[in-house]
């Protein structure tokens, strides 16, 4: 089977670590990857120990198709208690780092403690060492990790998964950045990894990964591959990246704009894919060089581009670097570095994204507190004297730059944008301006005009997350909430089960849980149907929302911003329409199984084999 | 009669001038309805959204809609998001 059948501990307190077997029942149960770490994650930590603290585990985790021919087998996870939220995390990640831990011959990896000094880990097959980062590399960019580890250790194919600056200085929503622009972006995951003073993970493997069947594999994979190559939304995908959707949301009236006052942007056509695209006078070429594409896959979504060297970001002397080709706008970081601050300057936006690949920050996190913050200073709330002189104003582009810069670097105003919007809003006062639910800033989508997204917005185990459900389809084709309780909960469980595979999510343009399950079946030799990839994925769900609970979070955290439920959509589809979650909810809780207060049954948990003992006791 | 159209990320086989993404006129007979629309344009209905002027209409209105002359329509893939 698929498995390698290996788990890495690592104790950073000790600094040493051991090999222990994978356990096969929970991967049963739970799959592999999100499913199976947070399994892992439940059972050994106190769901109410503080995320920054020892107590917290951070895991690695695989799926059964990671590292394998399956289109898009590159896909892995960190699992933690997320520092920005409190909750459950599961951040997910493309690139090239996830295949070559298969190909170390390790299928998750579970760090505990906090090292003493800055360390990171250097994974060679079954040579595993803890060594030190300081004087090294701690301190430095994610981008100059990467280089200087594989210089070092002079292995050029070495694969990194790295924080930066972000995740050392503790911004909230600091990410784990692999593969120089690839990112296990929300819920900071990486402020987790800073806290224990873990630097990078850096691995290098010369094994494959085992088949019970290689011929009965690849015919399922091969046959998957061709459907999905012939599928119109992979050649999208492939040509306009996820930008193609800017248009579609600003045509809705879907865009958040203004941190959430505005429901389409003025500015759209100047940052969205067509943008990217348009030849500019200053060196006659397009901001995007072409796309890009992750382990195994044949979709090729990323972006790779470059700023007009006459822009102002690269004219100045710390701009310098950022003149190469890298790592392009995609949607999420398009939304929250254009219409949500309402900057329409694609430069800026494409280098406030590149600061944030750099320094390791989720774009969509960091877009979504400046635009609180904009708002907080355009009410006067706070001031030039708050934020060092700066004119943190509605628009400008200067402000964009500035404050990705100071933010991922920890200087002056940056600390406070560093925090997230929750607490930076609550921290000046006025909550109700943050745009977030259970601390995570919104992707971008409107609730207002997308119902199902509000609702998969409210109970996504993670905060507001645009990957936890599917209810695109409906959504744009149906502006009222009725019947979406079922479909949110539906996608709900079919992804958790995907996300647990080690495939791409952007497969579903294509593929349904036929053609993960055919995939999944093979590599694991028998015995997984599209039925039970469900309930694995309801048994997920349920163990996050469990997890969650012992936290202390209650059915009044399945929520949304004021905003969004009490001030109609000014424009759009939905105009005059407000996110109708109150119509939505309880038949939502009805549907899972759950009681009015959102709690799972003692029925529904032993349908789903989550006994008592499924998380740590305190 | 004249209505607006405009595609937004997709491409009809049927007309090729609305590849530019921007609004154009397209001649319809008068009653047409936002299904004969997509069976002129050549665009499968399913996984398609349409807005006619900026109201979202149902898939299952589109063979009971009618448009009139000057009304806008914006037809769009219904894509999902992603990173």
Redesign the interface.
């Known amino acids: 089977m698929a498995w390698h059948g290996k788990v890495l501990r690592v104790d950073l307190t000790r600094e040493n670590w051991r090999e222990e077997p994978l356990n096969r029942i929970w991967a049963e149960q739970f799959l592999g990857q999100r499913g199976l770490a947070t399994r892992y994650l439940a059972a050994e930590m106190d769901p109410r120990a503080h995320p920054l603290s020892a107590d917290n585990r951070l895991l690695i985790a695989t799926g059964p198709l990671t590292g394998t021919m399956a289109s898009t087998g590159g896909r892995w996870s960190v699992v933690t208690k997320g520092a920005l939220t409190g909750t459950v995390a599961c951040s997910n990640s493309g690139g090239r780092f996830g295949a070559e831990l298969r190909f170390a011959g390790w299928d998750l990896v579970i760090i505990e403690g906090r090292a003493p000094r800055p360390v990171y880990l250097l994974i060679r097959d079954a040579d595993v060492r803890i060594l030190p980062a300081a004087d090294f590399i701690w301190g430095a960019t994610v981008w100059d990790t990467e280089e200087r580890l594989r210089v070092r250790h002079q292995e050029p194919l070495l694969r990194i998964a790295a924080i930066g600056r972000a995740g050392e200085v503790g911004v909230r929503y600091a990410c784990v950045v692999n593969d120089r622009d690839r990112a296990a ?1 929300r819920s900071g995951v990486g402020a987790v990894m800073g806290s224990k003073n873990l630097k990078a993970i850096a691995v290098r493997g010369s094994r494959g990964v085992s088949m019970p069947d290689m011929a009965r594999f690849l015919t399922a994979a091969v046959a998957a591959r061709d459907t999905l190559n012939a599928h ?2 992979r050649v ?1 995908l492939g040509r ?1 990246g ?1 930008q ?2 800017m ?2 949301t600003q ?3 879907a865009l958040p704009t203004r941190n959430g006052r505005q429901v389409q942007f003025e500015g759209a056509s100047r940052v969205n ?2 943008a990217m695209r348009a030849r500019r006078p200053s060196d006659g070429s397009t901001n995007l060089v072409r796309n890009k594409a992750c382990f195994a896959c044949t979709i090729g ?1 990323g972006r790779l581009a470059h700023v007009d060297p006459e822009h102002f970001s690269v004219r100045a002397e710390e701009g310098r670097r950022y003149r190469g080709v890298e790592g392009g706008l ?4 398009a939304y929250a570095t254009g219409p949500m601050v309402a900057v329409d300057d694609l430069d800026a936006c494409h280098y406030a994204n590149m600061l944030c690949n750099e320094h390791g920050m989720d774009p969509i996190s960091f877009g979504a507190t400046l635009a609180a913050a904009m708002e907080l200073f355009e009410l006067g709330t706070i001031g030039a004297a708050d934020t060092g002189g700066v004119e943190l104003r509605f628009g400008s582009a200067q402000a964009l730059v500035w404050a990705a810069r100071a933010t991922g670097t920890g200087q002056g105003f940056g600390r406070e944008l560093g925090l997230g919007a929750r607490r930076l809003c609550a921290k000046y006062g006025r909550p109700e301006l943050a745009m977030v639910v259970k601390g995570q800033e919104f ?3 409107d609730p207002r005009a997308m119902q199902g997204m509000g609702l998969a917005y409210a109970t996504s185990n993670r905060g507001a997350c ?2 936890r459900a ?1 209810p ?2 409906d959504d ?4 009222t909430p009725e019947g979406k309780a079922d479909i949110v909960r539906r996608s709900q469980d079919e992804i958790a089960a995907m996300d647990s595979s080690g495939l791409c ?2 497969t ?2 294509a593929w349904g849980l036929e053609e993960f399950a055919a995939q999944i079946d093979a590599a694991l030799g028998g015995g997984w149907t599209v039925e039970r990839l469900r309930i694995t994925g309801e048994r997920i769900w349920n163990l996050e929302r469990q997890f969650n609970r012992l936290a202390g979070f209650t059915a009044a955290d399945d929520t949304l911003p004021p905003r969004v439920l009490n001030e109609p959509a000014a ?3 939905a ?1 005059g329409r407000v996110a109708e979650l109150a119509a939505m909810l309880p038949e939502y809780y009805r549907l899972r199984g759950w009681d009015q207060s959102g709690v799972p049954s003692s029925e529904t948990l032993s349908r789903l084999g989550l006994e008592a003992g499924a998380i740590a006791s305190p | 009669m004249k209505v607006r159209v ?1 595609l ?2 997709l491409e009809a086989a049927a007309a090729p001038e609305l590849a530019d ?1 921007h609004a154009h006129d397209l001649e319809l007979p008068e009653l047409a309805t936002v299904a004969e629309l997509l069976e002129r344009l050549g665009l499968a209905p399913s ?1 398609l ?3 006619v002027n ?6 299952a209105l589109r063979a009971s809609t009618r448009l009139a002359s000057g009304d806008q329509v ?1 037809l ?8």
Do not use: N, W
């Open positions: 972006g119109p939304g999208r306009y996820t193609a959707m248009d579609v045509a809705y009236g894919a067509a979504c995609e949607y999420e970081s992707p971008g989508y645009h990957l599917d695109y389809s744009f084709q149906r502006i999510l952007f579903t343009t424009s759009g589809a105009k | 405009r937004i990320s993404h996984a959204g349409v807005l900026d109201a979202a209409l149902a898939s914006v769009f893939p219904v894509i999902k998001g992603g990173s």
